[in-house]
Nanobody, 123 residues
């Protein structure tokens, strides 16, 4: 079992930046591919970014590529999502997730989820 706790969300204006953190406990995140997802009101949960457990390769949704950056610090057992040039469309609850077997943009590949952190971007 691994427990994930997100933090760092808040209310910002368009163009601002935020850094989300996902602190893990119970097991080392070095055993997991880590992903970030988000869910806006009235919409389905969507993939944002992911980072592999071994090489640290990253992959992004088209909507955030070039603005967001995912990283991991295995020593701190924490994953980060740096979000720059935020837009109102980025408003959502952001979730981090851990996948033990398959690296994927599909949420069904992830075994563990955090409770989410709200990010609101005003225009």
């Amino acid at each position: 079992q691994v427990q994930l706790v997100e933090s760092g969300g808040g209310l910002v204006q368009a163009g601002d930046s935020l850094r989300l953190s996902c602190a893990a406990s119970g097991r080392s995140i070095s055993n997991f591919h880590m992903g970030w997802f988000r869910q806006a009101p009235g919409k389905e949960r969507e993939f944002v970014a992911r980072v592999t457990k071994s090489s640290g390769d990253t992959y992004y949704a088209t909507s955030v590529k070039g603005r967001f950056a995912v990283s991991r610090d295995n020593a701190k057992n924490t994953v980060y999502l740096q979000m720059n040039s935020l837009k109102p469309d980025d408003t959502a609850v952001y979730y981090c997730a851990a996948a033990s077997l398959v690296v994927s943009r599909n949420s069904r590949a992830y075994d563990y989820w955090g409770q989410g952190t709200q990010d609101t971007v005003s225009s």
